[in-house]
């Protein structure tokens, strides 16, 4: 008896995304990257150092859902008898809710210098990807994290002297975003408080084009109007544009009494030479008029998350320079909150 094997179409990229992200007919994503390959090791996963401390620094990973892939990677400097209380960092990563790992070299060589220039703790969660996971999965991940802090916090963190009434969140880029919608979701979360929040170069856009996206579109090899439109396409909900409130919270559903009331002082981080520079300033201006606590921290002449590339972190003064400014802004507004 003879049997045939169905004849199916071979698949094909539906999307091919700047070396980031090649989507296919059948639904499945190759993350592999494609791009300059001098860049590669800027992705490259980082182990845990798992309770030993390097350069100051000790890592640990926590797996919150091995169902859902949501993760931490929690961020501990060396013990001080100067700072026996931590403030903690809750990070959101960036990557258009598509890509990145907060495990890469380029997220672990940034914030093992913040906890130790700090010094702090730093919780960094690794959210669900679209488009397998469109929004708003990863908002429920960073709230559920904030969760586990309410309920569950670790030995680990008790020991280390981890003060909980003392949380920032803070986020990168589409991890701004996310550092929104906790503030403006968490509610009463005690014991844990939420004492401030720090969007930097957060994800802020409308359906049509600012000034800054038109002049500035394709400055950053970090974010591009390409990467820009085509990410979002696959991160927000089926149908929604730009103008959906994760995207655009500058927007009519943005900010309301009740929200505004129960959200932390915040610092929003600008770079100069952002394409979605002029939205982040929209951003900041509807918050204000809402009522809400915002100071701004311009950084000059560089672009879109720029101290999270390593190589012109180390490379050009510049961005060295204008990465110090950052730390520093960062520091001293944990300092005063």
Not at 128 to 152: K, T, Y
Not at 214 to 220: A, Q
Request: charged share 20%.
């Amino acid at each position: 008896m003879f049997t045939t094997t169905p004849n199916h179409p071979p698949k094909t990229i539906v999307e091919d995304i700047s070396g980031w992200l090649r989507l296919y007919s059948d639904g499945t994503v190759d993350r592999t990257w494609t791009g300059p390959p001098q860049i590669l090791s800027a992705f490259q996963t980082i182990p845990p150092t798992n309770g030993d401390y390097v350069d100051g620094v000790a890592t640990h990973d926590v797996i919150l859902d091995p169902l859902s892939d949501v993760l931490f990677r929690l961020y501990l400097p060396l013990p001080s008898p100067h700072h026996p209380h931590l403030p903690l960092l809750l990070h959101f990563q960036g990557g258009g809710f598509c890509v990145s790992r907060p495990t890469w070299r380029m997220y672990h060589e940034f914030y093992s210098r913040l906890v130790r220039s700090l010094p702090a703790a730093c919780v960094s969660v690794q959210t669900r990807l679209a488009p397998e996971h469109r929004l708003p999965a990863a908002v429920d991940d960073c709230l559920s994290a904030l969760s586990w802090l309410r309920s569950s916090p670790s030995d680990v963190l008790a020991s280390a002297g981890v003060d909980l009434t003392r949380v920032f969140l803070i986020g990168d880029s589409s991890g701004g975003n996310l550092v929104h919608q906790v503030a403006a979701r968490a509610g009463d979360v005690s014991p844990v408080r939420i004492a401030g929040a720090i969007p930097i170069h957060p994800g802020f856009v409308r359906a049509r084009r600012s000034a800054s996206e038109k002049d500035l579109g394709n400055e950053s090899p970090m974010l591009t109007l390409d990467m820009l439109d085509r990410f979002l396409a696959l991160a927000l909900p089926e149908g929604e544009t730009k103008d959906h409130p994760i995207t655009c919270p500058m927007g009519e559903e943005g900010f309301v009494e009740e929200v505004v009331g129960q959200m932390p002082p915040m610092m929003v981080v600008v770079a100069e030479k952002d394409l979605i520079r002029d939205t982040e300033m929209e951003y900041v201006e509807a918050a204000r008029k809402a009522g809400l606590e915002v100071e701004v921290l311009v950084n000059e002449g560089v672009g879109h998350s720029f101290y999270l590339n390593s190589f012109a972190v180390k490379e050009d003064p510049k961005t060295a320079e204008e990465t110090e400014k950052l730390i520093d802004g960062i520091r001293d507004f944990v300092r005063r909150h």
